[in-house]
């Protein structure tokens, strides 16, 4: 008999790999209902945009999925392969492999990036050698535009806007999620940065993560050139298509929907 070739294995291993899906979502915050049903399912590998006005929902969905607690599933699941996760924790949800890198990104005093990484990493199982750590954080800073003194400064205090978002692709590029959610990474960035960026998240999606960035304009998804790019209004994802429908809500906006 025929043995079966690495080929093989490798393609049941990628069958293997999980889906983030998101069954019929809703979700409210202060009392107030903001998502209405949202459905999407993300393999690993595929890149999803979510576009959508200002007040339509998106940041509320990347919040309820990383477990903010001022954002309440009322209905509806999560679920990361077979495993429903709406109801975990915020760190059980990340050791799950969902990460987010936030709009607004918090500042946390005396926290170095390299210590804050360092216990990530090990909240992950992944404790390497403090010098092998150090020779990797240096390579990846020094690929997305940061030097080495980064590493010793207190995470998001008294950077740019343009370091916070370098330094949450960083921490993505270290943890290497399976479903890293981005939520508007592009605001604030001049050219360079921006194609940079881009560049670093779809090394994550070649690498096997299925990505979701959530932006309102199509400028960073000339470089990542998305798989799959959805419409939200009112709390709900109203149509989905490829990375053309992307080009017609920068011409038209989103009178068609209204």
Do not use: C
């Not at 109801?87 to 990104?105: N, T, V």
């Amino acid at each position: 008999m025929q043995k079966p070739s690495w080929a093989f294995f490798s393609l049941v291993a990628q069958k293997a790999k999980p889906n983030l899906k998101i069954e019929n979502l809703h979700v409210s915050a202060d009392g107030i209902r903001i998502l209405n049903g949202v459905d999407l399912v993300i393999k690993p590998g595929e890149v999803h945009a979510l576009m959508g006005p200002n007040g339509s929902g998106k940041s509320t969905l990347a919040l309820a999925l990383a477990g903010h607690p001022g954002y309440k599933i009322t209905k509806g699941k999560v679920f990361l392969g077979r495993k429903d996760i709406a109801a975990l924790d915020p760190e059980d949800r990340a050791k799950a492999g969902l990460f987010l890198a936030f709009q607004h990104p918090v500042g946390t005093e005396g926290v170095s990036v390299f210590n804050f990484l360092k216990t990530a990493m090990q909240e992950q199982g992944r404790k390497l050698p403090p010098s092998t750590l150090l020779k990797d954080l240096k390579k990846i800073s020094e690929e997305i535009g940061l030097d080495e003194d980064f590493l010793r400064r207190s995470v998001n205090v008294s950077f740019s806007g343009g370091e916070k978002k370098r330094s949450e692709v960083l921490q993505a590029m270290m943890l290497s999620p399976r479903f890293p959610v981005f939520d508007e990474i592009d605001s604030g960035l001049d050219v360079d940065a921006l194609r940079l960026i881009a560049q670093k998240i779809s090394a994550l999606a070649k690498g096997g993560s299925g990505v979701l960035v959530i932006t309102h304009y199509q400028k960073i998804l000339q470089h990542l050139k998305p798989d799959f790019v959805h419409v939200m209004l009112g709390g709900k994802i109203v149509e989905s298509g490829d990375a053309k429908l992307a080009v017609r809500l920068e011409k038209r906006g989103y009178k068609d929907y209204k």
